[in-house]
């Protein structure tokens, strides 16, 4: 009888998923996960949690072979338009209605605030609950950081996307040690507050000693710093997030270098004459590249300037590619 019951208990059980957030605040969690994961093999858990480096950390450690790592981004273009219109959005039949959304989705990429229409609302929410969260609670507590210097520096980088990071200079300004600096910037990045962006060089080598720019890990977190951000930084932090290097040498710079080494440039307009792509044309004879892209307000083109074939991408379409 006794096994009977056991094993119709079993049975159910094995169909039961269980949902758990905050995971990293139960302490000794990945081994209480993973003996009920061995014992109960069926049993599937969705764990999520902010500190996504102790979940990766204790999962590397005691879930090796066992768990798949999933990453939620904030809400694209299209997911973002979807909740806000209630309905399916095709990115090719419903383009305007997409471009309408843009100016709503770059300050509330998050699921609970896509309805609300108070902006100071909008920002204390993702300055309280999603930046000061991270800087001040989260990552002090579970890393014993430094909860002001996190705080100063995500003051400074996310009103600033695009500062040009010296880390030399930094670390007297905010009186600590350019280690302690490196280590408290490293968090920043892997709790998705700030992303990094390199200056290309051909050696990996020296593409590390060159001065790094930082954005923002998401556009929307720059508007609690800095509400009246300029079109241009707008613009700029918004194709970073797809990007990992741009190019800078002498007085010439390229905003960002993709895939296959296409040089492309960001310009907040409507219209932009050959003449201001002089840094553009440069690289890409440089580097032997035949193809370059400007990301700018106008429309999506293309055009031939000395043989060279440039991309007119305008913003909407090139974050929906």
Do not use: C
């Not at 979940?55 to 273009?77: C, H, I, N, Q, T």
């Not at 905003?255 to 201001?276: C, M, N, S, W, Y």
């Amino acid at each position: 009888m006794e096994a009977r019951v056991r094993n119709r208990w079993y049975s159910r059980i094995k169909k039961l998923s269980n949902v758990l957030d905050e995971i990293h605040k139960v302490k000794g969690w990945s081994s209480k996960i993973k003996f009920l994961y061995d014992n109960l093999p069926n049993l599937k858990f969705f764990l999520s949690g902010s500190a996504s480096l102790m979940l990766e950390k204790e999962a590397s450690s005691d879930l090796a072979g066992r768990y798949f790592l999933v990453e939620v981004s904030p809400l694209s273009l299209k997911e973002f338009a979807e909740l806000h219109l209630k309905k399916h959005v095709d990115i090719h039949l419903q383009r305007d209605e997409l471009e309408r959304v843009f100016p709503l989705w770059i300050k509330r990429p998050f699921p609970e605030i896509v309805e609300w229409r108070d902006e100071s609302r909008v920002y204390e929410y993702i300055r309280e609950l999603v930046t000061e969260r991270v800087v001040k609670v989260d990552l002090p507590g579970i890393y014993g950081v430094r909860g002001p210097l996190l705080s100063a520096l995500s003051e400074l980088f996310l009103s600033n996307p695009g500062m040009i990071l010296n880390l030399s200079s930094l670390a007297r300004d905010l009186r600590v040690g350019k280690q302690v600096l490196e280590e408290h910037l490293f968090f920043l990045e892997f709790a998705k507050i700030i992303r990094v962006v390199k200056n290309f060089r051909p050696s990996m080598r020296a593409e590390s000693r060159k001065m790094k720019k930082i954005y923002p890990f998401h556009l929307a977190l720059s508007f609690p710093y800095h509400p009246s951000l300029d079109r241009g930084k707008i613009l700029e932090a918004l194709v970073a997030q797809r990007m990992e290097r741009y190019w800078r040498e002498g007085s010439r710079e390229v905003d960002f270098i993709g895939a296959d080494l296409q040089p492309i440039e960001v310009k907040a307009k409507e219209e932009v004459r050959a003449g201001e792509l002089g840094s553009l044309i440069y690289f890409m004879k440089k580097y032997g590249r035949k193809e370059g892209t400007v990301v700018y307000e106008g429309t999506s083109r293309e055009e031939r300037i000395n043989s060279l074939k440039i991309n007119f991408r305008n913003i909407v379409d090139f974050l929906l590619e």
